[in-house]
C-alpha cells in the first residue's frame, strides 16, 4: 500500500498542535482522535518518517513495541538533529 505522507504530516501536525493548546476543535477528543488517525495511517503504511522522538512516539502509541503489533513490515525512519 503506498504511504500516505502527506495526510500522516498533516495528521501529526495538527496532533502536536492540540497536545500544545490542549482546546478542543468541537470533536470529542481531538488528542484521541488524531492518535488513532496516526496510528491507522501507520497501520497501512509501508513507511514511517519522523522526527519525533522517543518519548512523544510512545505519547502517540507509536513506539517500537506497538508498530510492531499492529504492522511488523513497517520500516521506520527517525531523524534527529
Partial sequence: MPLALPAL????????????AGVADGAA?????RRAELRRLARGSDFLIESLGPARMRALDLDEDARARENPALIHVSISA
Avoid at 477528543?29 to 482522535?33: F, G, K, L, S, T
Fill in 9 to 20: 504530516l498533516r495528521a501529526a501536525k495538527l496532533a502536536r498542535r492540540a497536545t500544545r
Fill in 29 to 33: 477528543d481531538p488528542i484521541a482522535e
